[in-house]
């Protein structure tokens, strides 16, 4: 796969997919400060390119956060607790006897059921099976462009309503599963709050629009009865998930994924029953939808 036109000459490498979503990036050491042109170059493939790989990056949780910081103040991760010490950072954890579906098995845009949901995801590979355990991520803005006109103005005035009470409410999945999971997952009556964000969102560097829904955190349209709002949504997850709009991520130890939640959904494949998996994250704040 080509070099960017950017990297040309440069220490750093970008190598994007021959989509053009996701790229990885070599020729950096994410462990120290990175130059101002460098993480300027980092951030302007990010959002070229939706989701960025950095392979073998030995960081510790400090450097983790550090490295965070570089793109913005720390997302809020209400719904998991913290890692000891350190109080920006999940632990990611399926242990091998564990038997339901792995932590953000469904498609999703992180925490999109905020007020400002957060811009970045950062996930940094601690352990990884020798099976299973991919990521997939979908390039929503791309498939907004490959609606027809008509569909594109259908869109353009609805607003999508967001909850995480699927997932995180008193009645959700995750509250039945609570003692079957390794991870410290929080069940909370706020989860049952609702947020308005517009169905199509427009990205603040990039200018591209997106689709910005998920089967996980979308609960309806405002305005609209759910017999008419419900198969809309169902049509354009089925067009989100066509095979040309997705980027599949298999990991490696060490790695360190950025994705972009603004223009995104990703789904986290199991596939590794009897292993271990370990996986270190962080957010980055965002903004209100657009």
Known sequence: MPKDAESAGREITVTPQPTGFGAEITGVDLSRPLEPMVLAEI???????????????????????AFTLQ????????????MEGHPNVLEVRREPDEKVTPFGGNWHSDWSFQAQPP????LRSEIIPPVGGDTLY???????????????????????????????????????????????????????????HPLVRTHPVT??????ISPVYT?????????????????????????Q????????????????NRC?????????DGHRRVMHRTTVAGEAPI
């Open 219 to 243: 609960v309806g349209i405002e305005g609209m009865a759910p017999n008419a709002a419900d198969p809309l949504l169902a049509e354009l997850y089925k067009h989100l998930v066509q095979d």
């Open 138 to 196: 979908c390039d929503a803005a791309s498939a907004y462009e490959a609606l027809p006109d008509a569909t594109k103005a259908k869109l353009a005035a609805l607003r999508a309503i967001h909850s995480a009470s699927k997932a995180y409410g008193p009645d959700s999945a995750y509250s039945r599963e609570l003692h079957l999971r390794a991870m410290p997952i929080i069940v909370s009556p706020e989860a049952d709050k609702t947020y308005v």
């Open 71 to 82: 793109f913005g103040p720390f997302g809020h991760d209400p719904y998991v607790k913290p």
């Open 207 to 212: 200018g591209r629009k997106a689709l910005f």
């Open 264 to 272: 995104t959904m990703h789904n986290a494949l199991g596939g590794y």
């Open 43 to 65: 951030k302007a493939a990010w959002a070229r390119h939706g989701v960025v790989v950095f392979p073998d990056q030995p960081l510790t949780l400090e450097q983790l956060e």
């Open 245 to 260: 709009f997705i980027y599949r991520h298999r990991w490696r130890p060490g790695m360190v994924v950025i994705w972009d």
């Open 119 to 122: 811009a970045a995801t950062i």
